[in-house]
């Protein structure tokens, strides 16, 4: 259940990053690196919130000391960075094609 909600979040993170990183580079096109830190960001930030604030099956949430809590933060991570460059490349093609 608690894959199911970080991955919810981290799909609602993309669609919000994107929306964010467009709003923000069709504003200020020079400034492509804040788009892109703000847009990429959302969904890490969503998924990460999501797994910290959900608990696990013995009733406890993951705590920051533990070296597992930064693993799975780290692949939370690396799950978001993907889907958000999936989907930025998606819209390209979607672009493209008219």
Same mark, same amino acid.
């Given at each position: ?32 690196? #804040?788009? #892109? ?20 099956? $013995?009733? $406890? ?38």
């Amino acid at each position: 259940m608690r894959i199911l909600l970080v991955l919810g979040s981290l799909i609602l993170g993309s669609v919000a990053g994107i929306y964010l990183f467009s709003s923000i580079w069709q504003n200020t096109a020079p400034e492509s690196r #804040m788009a #892109m830190t703000v847009g990429g960001g959302t969904p890490v930030v969503f998924g990460v919130l999501t797994y910290l604030g959900v608990k696990t099956a $013995d009733g $406890d949430r993951p705590s920051l000391g533990n070296a597992r809590t930064w693993f799975a933060i780290l692949g939370i991570t690396a799950a978001a960075a993907g889907l958000f460059v999936l989907l930025i490349v998606a819209a390209a093609v979607v672009a493209q094609r008219g």
